[in-house]
């Protein structure tokens, strides 16, 4: 053998002495030395029965270990206290223990310890040096029982019959506000009576846990506020919920903790119980520290649950039942809590049933699924709550809504949604209007854009009632396409824009305070209306009318077959306008009633260029055309013995250019044209033209009829002016005014033969003799073939009376100077002046016969009773002996 083959055996010898006397030497100081060095140099008390250390290798197997900290109110490290069974540490760092104070092992088994833990004081960062922590690569606990406490002695954590099995755990010292007191790698863990109390407001129990091959399952989990709801609101006026939770069940594997990360998979919460408080807190302070957890949950399911969400009274504001959620990669972290959404997740299904919502206005619904592509809802109910409080309110059910979402997101905190479909069927019920606040300004909230594709409502029975004027559709049925949503530009309130809608129902139906308007069947689109049997029937009797009016007012019966239009329209964005190429009224059938009995109305009435002018939106109709219709015009005034009656049968009418001078680039002169039998009895045509544009109000009309037999017209004069038509023609009657709110003038043409007319008394039966004899000895009875026309002028317009009634000013003076004469009013001062010496005959007579009366019962002498006698013979005759003469 060489010489330095055996130099280093004998070295290799040498040192393995060594070595094994030195372990000898360490293990017999420590069975004898350690636990006094321990309490001389650490913080802690530690006794065992036996202890066994190999200083090779760093392993050490203790049993009977006791451990207390030897000051326990010193809160700046942590305590224990309790006992361990067995302890076997492997690869123990005993360098670092002794000179570093820090505990490091690659392997740590606790056999049965039942352990108090107190948590340290948390730290400033920024005065105090970081503390060193616990670190242990891997730790197996058996049948343990430990209870981890904060530094103020509050329980914490706590867990009874703990088998755990964890690689990588690591303990800190360090505050637990933002970060958590354990993390690990991987694990696998089983135990019983499970309590955590992140804060003084909430614990955490948990009957049993228990890992098997990585899947976790928990029994029995409850999230419990440790304060009465009555007491969290007093110790925690700004806070804005309270919660409650209970899960039966619950399963998930592959559970991360890292600082202050928690990662898990698989989560599967069975038949949970959900209750929130609210407190009605609405403008919360929002705290200073955000949070700084993330959670990461992958394929995470709801199953069966039920929530609660309770008013600040108490009573209950959200109900459901039967919930279901899948969700998949669901995360929440610093970023997403700043958004209206606080989680992100990639994709997710939802469903429930039996969801009930109270408040002023309720909501029930029979089912609903929900996909981040489409949703649908089953038996949606709606109804007023208890104190509607001035708002709209519905009442309404409908058996099925469905939807499908091109888009759903929030950016900078602004709702941007995408509908590709909305389909709501057999929706019926009442949309009750609120009340209108004048000058409170709109917000546009969260919306950012809202695009909706297409909405289709089908069969359905919608009410909608505005101040006892309901407005009812019968099998409606309707499609929108093209709904935009979004802020204005001054950013006050909402602009709506629609592309493109269709609909349809039968049996509409309007109510107002003196009409039922009702509508066979009403189709509309963008381009094209049509309406079948429009009726407008008065609720009230004529008489009720006259009663219920303060002011004159218009009665109107009206009835029409069928009324269409063309064109193209929008009536629902902030740019709407009407512009239709033809619209067609056929076989309408119009009364009109005015009574004068009641108060003039003393508002200024405008002529129909200025009523149109007003219009506030473009609106221009090429063509308007009333075909094969009547109109029917009553008055009466107190005088008259039921109304006068004005008749247009056959009634046709074209207009063109109705418009509202709001349209660049089109004609603002209207030009009416009427052509119609009057009174049944002749024809009439009328020309009627006005320029919308003009702010003087200009207008001409000029007309002609023919071949009018006077008694036609006496069922208008004959009522209230106590005359009628005998006998006579109108052979033509020609007319021509030009005017403007101050009145008209013109010219006036009748040519009628053998015109008579009788003066009657108020009950319209006996006819007056000599005033028809006066009148008819004034009235020219024939105009000659060729007559003249007359001159209409200075005929002046009380404003506060309608277009027709200067109208009918202007045929008056026509009719005056034609059948009386051109000097009107010295005619007419005659008639009163005979009719005044009429009048004071007839009184001297009765003076005479009354003064006769007396003079025979006065006895007289016969040569006297002669005289008189026979002047007054002389004077009444017999053939004149009457009283009218």
């Given amino acids: 053998m060489k010489k330095w083959v055996k130099r280093l055996l004998i070295s290799f010898g040498i040192l393995a002495g060594l070595l094994l006397a030195a372990n000898f030497g360490l293990n017999f100081w420590l069975k004898t030395q350690l636990p006094e060095y321990i309490k001389k140099n650490t913080d802690y008390k530690v006794s065992y029965k036996s202890l066994d250390v190999d200083l090779s290798t760093g392993n050490i197997l203790v049993t009977g270990i006791s451990v207390n900290s030897k000051d326990p109110q010193n809160t700046n490290v942590i305590g224990l206290q309790g006992t361990i069974d067995t302890l076997k540490v492997s690869r123990f760092g005993i360098y670092d223990a002794i000179f570093n104070k820090t505990i490091s092992s690659s392997d740590l088994l606790l056999a049965k310890p039942n352990l108090n833990v107190i948590l340290a004081k948390p730290v400033d960062q920024k005065t105090e040096k970081k503390r060193k922590p616990f670190l242990f690569e891997n730790i197996r606990i058996n049948e343990g029982k430990v209870a981890v406490f904060k530094h103020s002695k509050q329980k914490f954590l706590s867990v009874e019959q703990l088998d755990l099995s964890v690689e990588n755990l690591q303990m800190t010292e360090e505050s637990v506000e933002d970060k958590l007191p354990v993390v690990f790698d991987r694990y696998s863990v089983k135990g019983r009576n499970f309590f955590f109390r992140p804060d003084n407001v909430y614990a955490i129990t948990i009957h049993s846990i228990n890992t098997t091959n990585g899947q976790m399952s928990v029994e029995s989990f409850k999230l419990i506020p440790l304060l009465s709801f009555t007491q969290f609101k007093k110790f925690y006026p700004q806070k804005t919920q309270l919660f409650e939770f209970t899960i039966p069940k619950m399963e998930f594997k592959d559970v991360v903790l890292n600082k202050n990360k928690v990662a898990l998979a698989g989560a599967d919460f069975q038949s949970p119980v959900f209750t929130v408080y609210n407190t009605g807190v609405k403008n919360a302070k929002k705290e200073k520290k955000k949070s700084n957890f993330e959670v990461n949950l992958e394929n995470i399911k709801l199953k069966n649950a039920v929530a609660q969400i309770n008013k600040s009274d108490g009573s209950r504001l959200l109900s459901a039942g039967n919930l279901n959620l899948n969700i998949n990669q669901l995360v929440f972290n610093k970023s997403t809590s700043e958004q209206v959404i606080p989680i992100g997740y990639k994709d997710f299904t939802f469903s429930g049933k039996n969801i009930v919502y109270t408040d002023h206005q309720n909501m029930a619904i029979g089912s609903v699924a929900l996909k981040p592509t489409n949703g649908e809802m089953i038996d949606l109910s709606l109804t007023p709550g208890p104190q509607p409080n001035g708002k709209t309110t519905v009442d309404l059910?409908?058996?099925?809504?469905?939807?499908?979402?091109?888009?759903?997101?929030?950016?900078?905190?602004?709702?941007?949604?995408?509908?590709?479909?909305?389909?709501?069927?057999?929706?019926?019920?009442?949309?009750?209007?609120?009340?209108?606040?004048?000058?409170?300004?709109?917000?546009?909230?969260?919306?950012?854009?809202?695009?909706?594709?297409?909405?289709?409502?089908?069969?359905?029975?919608?009410?909608?009632?505005?101040?006892?004027?309901?407005?009812?559709?019968?099998?409606?049925?309707?499609?929108?396409?093209?709904?935009?949503?979004?802020?204005?530009?001054?950013?006050?309130?909402?602009?709506?824009?629609?592309?493109?809608?269709?609909?349809?129902?039968?049996?509409?139906?309007?109510?107002?305070?003196?009409?039922?308007?009702?509508?066979?069947?009403?189709?509309?689109?963008?381009?094209?209306?049509?309406?079948?049997?429009?009726?407008?029937?008065?609720?009230?009797?004529r008489n009720q009318f006259i009663k219920m009016i303060p002011v004159e007012r218009d009665l109107y019966d009206l009835k029409m077959g069928q009324i269409s239009a063309e064109g193209n329209w929008d009536l629902f964005s902030g740019h709407k306008f009407i512009n239709a190429s033809h619209v067609l009224i056929q076989s309408a059938d119009a009364n009109i009633f005015r009574s004068k009995i009641p108060k003039d109305d003393p508002k200024i009435k405008a002529l129909y260029s200025k009523m149109l002018r007003s219009i506030k939106i473009p609106m221009n109709i090429n063509t308007l055309d009333l075909k094969n219709s009547v109109l029917v015009y009553e008055e009466d005034t107190p005088e008259s013995m039921g109304p006068g009656k004005l008749i247009f049968s056959n009634f046709n009418m074209n207009v063109k250019n109705l418009n509202s001078a709001k349209?660049?680039?089109?004609?603002?002169?209207?030009?009416?044209?009427?052509?119609?039998?009057?009174?049944?009895?002749?024809?009439?045509?009328?020309?009627?033209?006005?320029?919308?544009?003009?702010?003087?109000?200009?207008?001409?009309?000029?007309?002609?009829?023919?071949?009018?037999?006077?008694?036609?017209?006496?069922?208008?004069?004959?009522?209230?002016?106590?005359?009628?038509?005998?006998?006579?023609?109108?052979?033509?009657?020609?007319?021509?005014?030009?005017?403007?709110?101050?009145?008209?003038?013109?010219?006036?043409?009748?040519?009628?033969?053998?015109?008579?007319?009788?003066?009657?008394?108020?009950?319209?039966?006996?006819?007056?003799?000599?005033?028809?004899?006066?009148?008819?000895?004034?009235?020219?009875?024939?105009?000659?073939?060729?007559?003249?026309?007359?001159?209409?002028?200075?005929?002046?317009?009380?404003?506060?009376?309608?277009?027709?009634?200067?109208?009918?000013?202007?045929?008056?003076?026509?009719?005056?100077?034609?059948?009386?004469?051109?000097?009107?009013?010295?005619?007419?001062?005659?008639?009163?002046?005979?009719?005044?010496?009429?009048?004071?005959?007839?009184?001297?007579?009765?003076?005479?016969?009354?003064?006769?009366?007396?003079?025979?019962?006065?006895?007289?002498?016969?040569?006297?009773?002669?005289?008189?006698?026979g002047f007054l013979n002389g004077i009444f005759k017999k053939k004149d002996n009457s009283e009218e003469k």
């Fill in 397 to 541: 059910k409908t058996s099925h809504i469905a939807f499908n979402i091109n888009k759903l997101e929030f950016i900078n905190k602004k709702l941007n949604l995408d509908l590709k479909n909305v389909l709501v069927e057999n929706a019926n019920g009442i949309i009750k209007a609120g009340e209108n606040k004048p000058g409170k300004s709109t917000n546009p909230g969260i919306i950012q854009s809202v695009i909706v594709r297409k909405v289709s409502l089908k069969n359905s029975n919608l009410t909608y009632d505005k101040g006892k004027e309901p407005l009812v559709f019968h099998d409606l049925n309707a499609t929108v396409n093209g709904i935009e949503i979004g802020p204005k530009a001054n950013n006050q309130g909402l602009s709506f824009n629609v592309k493109d809608y269709f609909l349809t129902t039968r049996n509409f139906a309007y109510k107002t305070q003196f009409y039922n308007i009702s509508l066979g069947l009403l189709k509309l689109n963008k381009n094209k209306v049509q309406i079948n049997n429009f009726a407008m029937k008065p609720l009230v009797s």
């Fill in 663 to 869: 349209a660049k680039g089109k004609p603002t002169k209207v030009d009416i044209k009427i052509n119609c039998s009057f009174m049944n009895l002749s024809p009439l045509s009328v020309n009627w033209g006005f320029d919308v544009a003009d702010q003087h109000d200009t207008f001409t009309i000029s007309g002609k009829t023919s071949n009018l037999p006077v008694s036609g017209i006496n069922p208008f004069i004959r009522p209230y002016l106590h005359i009628t038509a005998t006998a006579g023609t109108i052979q033509e009657m020609l007319f021509n005014f030009k005017g403007n709110p101050a009145g008209l003038h013109g010219t006036f043409n009748l040519k009628h033969k053998d015109l008579k007319i009788a003066v009657l008394n108020k009950n319209n039966h006996e006819k007056k003799g000599f005033l028809t004899a006066v009148a008819n000895v004034f009235l020219k009875s024939n105009s000659g073939n060729y007559p003249e026309a007359v001159t209409v002028e200075n005929v002046e317009r009380d404003p506060t009376k309608s277009f027709f009634n200067l109208f009918w000013k202007g045929i008056e003076q026509g009719l005056k100077k034609t059948l009386i004469g051109k000097n009107v009013e010295k005619t007419e001062q005659k008639v009163k002046n005979a009719v005044s010496s009429v009048k004071e005959m007839k009184q001297s007579v009765k003076d005479i016969k009354e003064d006769i009366k007396q003079k025979k019962n006065t006895p007289q002498p016969l040569e006297e009773k002669k005289e008189k006698k």
